[in-house]
């Protein structure tokens, strides 16, 4: 199985290149992140001509997420347990949900399509609201695990945390002044590995950014970050064979300033055994 995660930043300008290279690459699942529409307004007749269907959890031209999987979907959830909300200029619990996590089920593997709030500012309350998003996302996730022992389990998305120094080259982010390489947020991202969870990716593609922004000619001054993950349990990360940042996808006409990152699982024990044995 190939699963991936894109940050699309608005799928109904991008829905043709999305499905060229779901089509090109064998892609089984993708998790998108920013889709900035409704459900009804997703570009559904293209992902179903290529043979995807596709659950998108949008609210309006902001945020969003959607899976397309070319494999059954089932237990859809478009929030987690305690996800909180955020309303600029209020205050106190019970504000609005945002359309920022998806979950299903493909396969047996738990999966979530996740668009980490930004942060904005390191004075500005949405910094607040990321780093307690981040914090019930993680306790959760550590609740989720602790009940379903050796499942398999997939947080994909945008994270917009530059985890290490290395993975931001950025020259306008600059360490306390700006979001993404803050102390507490590198912390909050660190505390979902301390909880178990593993950059399944990063062993296998040691270097690489997966988001360049539009300005400055970041990108062929390849001037980008790494926000982009997927992180996984124990028993979802002995199962990647293979991973990739799809840097060229940056390229062409009207690229997303993101770039997707996929992983490749291996087959189940039958399968396995009609394949030639590598030394």
């Not at 570009?43 to 959890?57: C, K, N, Q, S, T």
């Not at 593997?109 to 609201?129: C, E, K, T």
């Not at 530059?162 to 590198?186: C, K, N, Q, Y």
Request: net charge negative; proline share 8%.
């Amino acid at each position: 199985m190939r699963l991936a995660t894109w940050n699309v930043n608005s799928i109904r300008a991008r829905a043709g290149r999305v499905v060229d290279w779901l089509v090109r690459e064998d892609v089984d699942v993708l998790g998108m992140q920013e889709i900035k529409c409704k459900p009804e307004q997703f570009p559904l007749d293209e992902f179903e001509a290529a043979g995807y269907d596709v659950i998108a959890h949008g609210l309006n031209q902001w945020n969003g997420v959607a899976f397309a999987s070319r494999l059954p979907m089932t237990d859809v959830e478009t929030a987690f347990a305690g996800q909180p909300g955020f309303l600029k200029g209020a205050e106190g619990p019970d504000q609005p949900l945002e359309a920022r996590a998806l979950g299903i089920t493909v396969d047996g593997i738990r999966m979530w399509s996740l668009y980490v709030p930004n942060g904005r500012g390191l004075d500005d309350p949405h910094l607040a609201y990321k780093l307690d998003w981040l914090a019930r996302l993680r306790e959760e996730t550590t609740r989720w695990m602790a009940a379903n022992p050796g499942s398999p389990l997939a947080l994909m998305g945008d994270w917009n945390v530059a985890p290490t120094d290395e993975d931001m080259g950025d020259p306008s982010f600059v360490p306390g002044l700006s979001t993404h390489i803050s102390p507490p947020e590198r912390a909050a991202f660190s505390a979902f590995l301390d909880a178990g969870l593993i950059d399944v990716v990063r062993p296998l593609v040691p270097t690489g950014y997966t988001f360049w922004d539009y300005k400055q000619l970041r990108f062929p001054r390849n001037e980008g970050m790494r926000i982009d993950f997927i992180l996984g349990s124990p028993t979802f990360a002995d199962s990647v064979t293979a991973a990739h940042i799809h840097r060229d996808e940056r390229k062409g006409d009207a690229p997303s300033d993101h770039v997707p990152v996929s992983v490749d699982l291996a087959a189940g024990d039958d399968d396995d055994l009609d394949r030639p044995m590598i030394f």
